[in-house]
């Protein structure tokens, strides 16, 4: 395979998806967060169910901040090979890209780990809907 300008250009667009993704998603938990922590406040400290969310969106949001960081960093090391390509470094340029396909493939596996912290997190929240639920059903 012929490896030219163009090939690191070809993760442009999946980069820009994912770095739109990572943020929707970032904007989102913010909300929740936003509105869970007043819930917190008019409940109490005591409720288990929203201490456990917020936990959860803690961890969420530092996940999301590393996802989007390992995408920023491989969208860098992309253009820093178009680069060296430009100036025929082609060994360079080759290293340097598979180095922001590396960042690229971290950022994903981390995004996979923060949508299983997000099932998990629904989990809890059903499992409490449930147990409301047969109450009712008394």
Do not use: W
Not at 37 to 50: C, Q
Not at 63 to 72: D, E, P, S, Y
Not at 96 to 124: C, D, K, T
Request: aromatic share 10%.
């Amino acid at each position: 395979m012929k490896f030219t300008l163009t090939t690191p250009a070809l993760i442009f667009s999946t980069i820009s998806l994912l770095l739109l993704a990572y943020t929707n998603r970032f904007s989102i938990l913010a909300s929740l967060i936003r509105d869970l922590h007043d819930k917190a406040k008019e409940k109490g400290e005591k409720d288990y169910i929203i201490k456990s969310q917020l936990s959860s969106l803690k961890k969420r949001v530092r996940l999301i901040r590393n996802m989007q960081f390992l995408a920023i960093l491989s969208l860098f090391f992309c253009v820093f090979s178009m680069f060296l390509l430009f100036f025929n470094q082609n060994l360079a340029g080759e290293i340097v890209f598979a180095i922001g396909l590396g960042l690229l493939m971290l950022s994903l596996i981390l995004s996979a780990i923060e949508i299983n912290i997000s099932v998990h997190a629904l989990n809890i929240q059903l499992s409490e809907s449930v147990k409301e639920g047969a109450e009712l059903d008394k």
